[in-house]
């Protein structure tokens, strides 16, 4: 396991990561940072928990859209990768919720 830093919505966090998650992790960081930063763009929102709900339900949709697709078993990889990236994001943002 090893530390990386990620920039979310000018946000800086502090993530740990196995090593073959690692760049993974970082595009899932780069996806969700572009996706929020959509969000905002878009809606003029400034509440970052409303940012962050936006971003998780369109990227949510877009999940379930390529579930219902046909797409075999690099659908099936890729959704597996999503729910692990986001785990990981979860539980991570969780435990830095407890330093401030």
Known sequence: MEQIDVRILDKDYRLIVGA?????????????DQKMRLV???????????????????????LI???????????????RRVRVMSDAIEAELKRQDTLF
């Open 65 to 79: 859209s390529a579930r219902q697709s046909p797409g075999g078993p690099a659908a099936v990889e890729s959704t």
């Open 40 to 62: 905002r763009d878009e809606s003029r929102v400034t509440q970052l928990d409303r940012i962050a709900v936006g971003a998780a339900l369109q990227l949510a949709e877009e």
């Open 20 to 32: 073959d998650e690692k760049a993974r992790l970082l595009e899932a960081a780069a996806l969700v």
